[in-house]
């Protein structure tokens, strides 16, 4: 659970930076992703003294989750911002008088 939380921290801080609207950025994200949480999972039980299988089926299951991660990552975008347009606030409307405008009045 720790490293899926350490993952979900730096891509929200660097949410700004993130390129929401193009779906290659959407799939270099979830590959990135998909990966750094198996392998950041493996660090941890190999530094708590764990040993867990490693080999060559390591690495076929993070190509395998890699991949999955990012195919799926571009689907939930765009699910999520079904969700947000549907239950989110719309936008206020600007009124059609502005501010800036000079009203000429008298003859």
Do not use: H
């Amino acid at each position: 659970m720790l490293p899926l939380l350490v993952c979900g921290l730096l891509i929200y801080s660097s949410r700004e930076l993130i390129l929401r609207d193009q779906t290659f950025a959407q799939l270099v994200l979830g590959f990135g992703a998909s990966l750094a949480v198996p392998a950041l999972v493996l660090v941890t039980l190999l530094t708590s003294g764990r040993q867990p299988l490693v080999g060559w089926g390591t690495f076929w299951q993070f190509i395998v989750m890699g991949v999955g991660g990012a195919l799926f990552t571009p689907v939930f975008f765009a699910f999520f911002e079904f969700f947000n347009r549907v239950l989110g606030y719309n936008e206020p409307s600007q009124p059609s008088f502005r501010l800036d405008r000079e009203i000429k009045r008298g003859r």
